[in-house]
């Protein structure tokens, strides 16, 4: 991913973070927002935001199954800086519904826009085919010790 698009994927953050502000919908901090089977619901994202997330996201036990969201831990988010746009609008507060809706229609149209100007394709899912397409880390290699830094005096 470009620069340029991480710049305007960042700009599409902002205003969507800003209309979200604006809206006011309260949030119980219950977690449901990250346990998608449980509450019936699927994160989608684009491929421009998978690739943000896992740029800045700590590593996740794989596979990831389409239950929940990996970054969640102890009911709070790992990954917060990163996180796509579902995360950043969804709440399920019943009277931001509506508004909801329309945030995330403008932000996805955005997004679409994104990826039209710089020709590459419109790839659009959940959150666990992303992960799930990402690479293991190596393992770690036991037989080199880890350094450590000698202090400075």
């Not at 421009?48 to 102890?74: K, M, T």
């Amino acid at each position: 991913m470009t620069e340029s698009v991480r710049d305007e994927l960042r700009v599409i953050y902002a205003a969507a973070d800003a209309a979200v502000r604006a809206a006011g919908p309260r949030c119980e901090a219950s977690g449901r927002c990250c346990r998608f089977t449980e509450y019936g619901h699927t994160l989608f994202l684009s491929a421009f935001e998978a690739e943000l997330l896992l740029e800045g996201a700590p590593e996740y036990p794989r596979p990831v199954s389409r239950d929940g969201c990996p970054f969640q831990i102890d009911g709070l988010c790992t990954a917060r800086d990163a996180r796509p746009l579902g995360c950043r609008i969804y709440f399920c507060d019943p009277t931001y519904q509506e508004r909801m809706t329309a945030i995330t229609e403008e932000a996805v149209a955005a997004l679409k826009r994104v990826a039209e100007t710089h020709g590459t394709g419109w790839h659009y899912a959940p959150l666990h085919h992303f992960l799930n397409a990402r690479p293991e880390p190596p393992p770690a290699d036991s037989m080199t010790p880890t350094r450590t830094p000698l202090p400075v005096v």
